[in-house]
């Protein structure tokens, strides 16, 4: 009975019309997305390019990846590292008596016991 | 000293209580009949006087007031919605009059009587004048980043197909024996968004506004337990294991037109949909323009707690012992898993459908976050995907159907609108 009392016809649009509706607002929308960003890089796209340009030409330090392929290409064609001398040595340092800082002179010396 | 002190302030207080019988009887009234009054007015009266169904109200509450505390089920919701279903159900509290909201408009002029009016009429005054759910959309807004939408335009199909399962359900509650507008109302819920949901109800069904923000909000928690075996079902292990290509760049320009385009061609289309996709996109605008950080930030927090605390107290308050224990709510919890399932399975079988035709394939998994439910579940989509092949990470492309599902299931609540508001 309860089946009977309902208006299919109307239960039926509205599902019809409901789901169309959605699909074909957000299929447009898919179309108004895509050709807002390809409207977008093409106006400033040009603008871009000459915008980047002077930073190309001023940046002439290499990225760290390029840094590390150029040392990488440079240790593969050399194939060594720096030649090190293997020899240690030690540094003499001659410090001459001075009595300024000798410390035989120092104020404190009469109190300690 | 200080114990005279004490036995001063005794003999004085039995003093005033043995006086009270004869001040009172100089005014025509026994003591008797006071305390008679008083113990009548009690809550406590007021259940034994056949109110007995407010009690397995309150009960209902703290099983909610559990499930939020505890369980950490959308606590930040949960939490004021069972407080709100508390406070509405205490005999003689007198909080929430629903004989002012009857036949689903506000009878304005029952409010200037301010005997008969409670804190939670007033507040509630904002759920059915459709504020708070627009209040809340601005904050979802500026909380959402339309990025990976924007990036995979496609992802809107997903969207979409997510939607199917609010006309599937709406149809199951005709047959079930519900009208038109509270079957619109109950097959919102597959949409997933909690907001959408409320201010559809509000509308349509304002009666049944208690058990759907209830059913919604509770299955939106359960999306990590839902979802998994309704998509490890229709997906094979080879389509779960698809790795998908990285993302494009999305330029802040872009994010900038994008809620500005999306407002005026959905308004225009489909006008009733006009103030959820307009609240949405003002508070997306507000987030990607960086010229009004601090509004962005108020919007985030502040005005987004602010309303959620009331948003979620009135919708508690609709949930009286009358409107809530009867066969209907259980008919629409039972319906409201249907309509979550039959949303996840229309993403998925979307997604497999449109693998057929596109060459880079998409996973399927990420056509179950077309059902809003924003980010639960995505996270669900990402989860799955990683079981399936530990080195996928599907987070980011299953966000794009997950922000559409939000504009689609906001569409959808516009042509409801239309057709039956």
Not at chain 1, 7 to 20: M, R
Not at chain 1, 47 to 75: G, L
Request: aromatic share 8%; glycine share 10%.
């Amino acid at each position: 009975m309860t089946m009977l009392a309902i208006d299919w016809g109307f239960a039926g649009l509205i599902t019809a019309v409901g789901i169309g509706v959605t699909f074909v607002l957000l299929i447009v929308l898919i179309w108004v997305i895509n050709l807002q960003s390809e409207l977008i890089s093409k106006t400033f796209s040009s603008r871009k390019k000459e915008a980047t340009k002077p930073a190309v030409t001023t940046d002439m330090h290499p990225t760290p990846h390029e840094q590390a392929a150029i040392a990488m290409a440079m240790h593969l064609y050399f194939d060594a590292h720096d030649e090190e001398p293997h020899i240690i040595t030690i540094q003499e340092v001659e410090r001459r008596y001075s009595p300024w800082s000798s410390k035989i002179y120092n104020v404190r010396n009469g109190v300690i016991k | 000293m200080k114990h005279i002190k004490k036995y001063l302030l005794g003999i004085a207080a039995m003093a005033a209580f043995m006086l009270t019988p004869f001040v009172a009887g100089a005014q025509e009234t026994s003591l008797g009949e006071s305390m008679v009054n008083f113990m009548n007015d009690t809550g406590f009266a007021k259940l034994a006087d056949g109110n007995w169904l407010c009690l397995v109200m309150i009960g209902i509450s703290c099983v909610l007031l559990y499930l939020a505390i505890v369980k950490k089920f959308e606590p930040l919701l949960l939490l004021p919605i069972a407080f709100g279903m508390l406070l509405t159900n205490l005999p003689g509290a007198g909080m929430y009059h629903p004989e002012l909201f009857e036949g689903g408009h506000v009878h304005w002029a029952d409010f200037a009587d301010t005997n008969n009016t409670g804190i939670l009429d007033y507040i509630y005054l904002g759920v059915k004048l459709g504020l708070y759910p627009c209040i809340i959309f601005i904050g979802v807004g500026a909380m959402t980043d339309f990025g990976p939408l924007l990036a995979n335009p496609k992802s809107f199909l997903l969207g979409a197909a997510a939607q199917i399962g609010i006309f599937a359900t709406l149809l199951i509650s005709l047959v079930i024996g519900f009208d038109f507008k509270e079957a619109a109302s109950i097959g919102i819920i597959g949409g997933a968004d909690g907001p959408t949901a409320i201010y559809l109800t509000s509308k349509l069904a304002p009666h049944l506004l208690g058990p759907i923000a209830v059913a919604a909000y509770s299955y939106m928690a359960l999306v990590p337990v839902i979802q998994p075996p309704i998509m490890k079902a229709l997906t094979t292990k080879k389509e779960r294991e698809i790795v998908m290509t990285q993302l494009r760049k999305v330029s802040k320009k872009e994010k900038i037109i994008f809620p500005i385009v999306v407002t005026a061609f959905v308004s225009l289309l489909l006008p009733s949909a006009a103030a959820l996709i307009g609240c949405l996109m003002m508070g997306n605008l507000m987030r990607e323009c960086g010229v009004v950080e601090r509004i962005s930030k108020t919007v985030q927090n502040e005005l987004m707690n602010i309303t959620t605390i009331f948003l979620g107290i009135s919708v508690g308050a609709t949930a009286t012992a009358d409107a809530f224990l009867n066969l209907k709510t259980l008919s629409i919890l039972v319906v409201g898993v249907v309509a979550f399932g039959l949303g996840s399975a229309g993403g998925v079988l979307l997604a497999k459908f449109m693998n057929l035709f596109l060459k880079n394939k998409i996973n399927p998994l990420i056509g179950s976050a077309g059902v809003s439910a924003v980010p639960m579940a995505a996270r669900v989509s990402q989860i799955v995907g990683q079981e399936a092949n530990p080195g996928n990470f599907l987070l980011m492309h299953a966000m794009g159907p997950n922000v559409a599902g939000v504009v689609g299931s906001a569409v959808v609540a516009g042509v409801l609108l239309s057709f039956l508001g």
